[in-house]
């Protein structure tokens, strides 16, 4: 079955320096999510989508920005990098009201995208 | 705001023994989701089981199920038979009901070793 696609795989910036992570949900979900999982760290929601339209807001820093394209693939911006901003980055997708393979709102989740900011 | 509560950092079971991973959690809704992921070495995020809370009986997946007590807020995770591969990071994870409450909640992660 198709999964969760996160570009790139890898990623190095340098501090001041922006970046953009791309996720293309599973075929047919309608919901993605972006998290971020420092070292050593549990994963901490940064936001998400619904058809296109911000869903929800966690922690994301005001110097990243998201958005939802009509194909329903997602870009996370990040700008002004900083050496924290170091971390693997995930996208999760979701179908709102469920179908017989994904039970409604239940994450499946992205490779990750590691970050590494010098 | 919810919290989620893992209070063993790291567990060790043999090979084909069972063990059990402890979640607790802190919410005033009544109703919401709750989930088990795993982490391998690789990293990926790999779904184990989900509950919902509306529901009494408690979910299973082959060699994985949950214990969940609403009125506890509790929520583990028992595994059988345990397997070399089932070695990795295990999070429990909350998510509300509420509409537009998307976000899901992790506790720090408990690090499951199987020693051969």
């Known amino acids: 079955a198709a999964g969760v696609i996160q570009s790139p795989r890898h990623l190095i910036k340098e501090k001041r320096e922006t970046a953009t992570l791309k996720c293309y949900p599973i075929p047919r979900h309608d919901t993605v999510y972006w998290y971020q999982q420092g070292p050593g760290q549990d994963p901490q929601f940064l936001i998400s989508?619904?058809?296109?339209?911000?869903?929800d807001k966690g922690s994301i820093p005001d110097r990243f920005s998201a958005q939802q394209f009509s194909d329903y693939h997602s870009e996370l911006n990040m700008s002004s990098l900083e050496l924290g901003d170091s971390a693997l980055y995930f996208c999760a997708s979701s179908l709102r009201q469920g179908a017989e393979q994904f039970p409604a709102k239940t994450q499946y989740f992205g490779p990750g995208t590691r970050l590494l900011v010098l | 705001a919810q919290t989620v509560t893992q209070s063993q950092p790291e567990m060790s079971v043999q090979e084909a023994e069972t063990v059990t991973l402890s979640c607790t959690y802190d919410t005033s809704e009544s109703d919401y989701y709750l989930f088990w992921y795993k982490q391998p070495p690789s990293r990926q995020m790999i779904l184990v089981i989900r509950?919902?809370?509306?529901?009494?009986q408690n979910a299973t997946e082959n060699r994985f199920s949950v214990n969940f007590q609403k009125a506890a807020k509790s929520f583990s995770l028992k595994i059988s038979d345990s397997q070399l591969g089932d070695a990795a990071m295990y999070f429990c994870?909350?998510?509300?009901?509420?509409?537009?409450?998307?976000?899901?909640?992790f506790g720090k992660g408990t690090h499951l070793i199987i020693q051969p």
């Open positions: 509950q919902e809370a509306y529901k009494q």
């Open positions: 994870a909350y998510r509300s009901a509420q509409g537009g409450a998307d976000g899901l909640t």
């Open positions: 989508f619904y058809e296109k339209m911000q869903s």
